[in-house]
């Protein structure tokens, strides 16, 4: 990485209060990805710059997990989350993954500050 070049990253928030497999968690936060992306390359908008930025600096991700409680203030202050269909695992409608867009690290950390690694 060039000395000037930001850290960027994008962080998932994996809901721990609810009973997921790993195939689950890792359906939902694919879920959290493809959505994601999607708002970011269609909506005229978007932060593209940044998502470039995170796709040549190698996607890097991060998945954390938190109280439901948390998650629900991460959607309160705007960031993309999945609730579930209901079809397998957990009941629709639950709360499963929220996502932040990529970002530089040093900002994301202060939103995800005291998350741990899941």
Do not use: C
């Amino acid at each position: 990485m060039k000395a000037d070049a930001l850290d960027m990253v994008q962080y998932y928030v994996v809901n721990e209060e609810l009973p997921m497999s790993k195939g689950k968690i890792a359906a939902q936060v694919a879920h959290a990805a493809t959505t994601l992306t999607l708002h970011i390359l269609l909506d005229p908008e978007g932060d593209h710059r940044a998502f470039q930025q995170w796709l040549e600096s190698g996607q890097k991700k991060i998945v954390l997990r938190a109280a439901e409680a948390d998650l629900l203030r991460l959607v309160e202050s705007g960031y993309l989350s999945i609730r579930d269909a209901g079809h397998t695992e957990i009941a629709a409608g639950s709360l499963t993954v929220v996502v932040l867009p990529p970002m530089e690290k040093s900002a994301a950390q202060k939103v995800v500050s005291g998350f741990k690694l899941l």
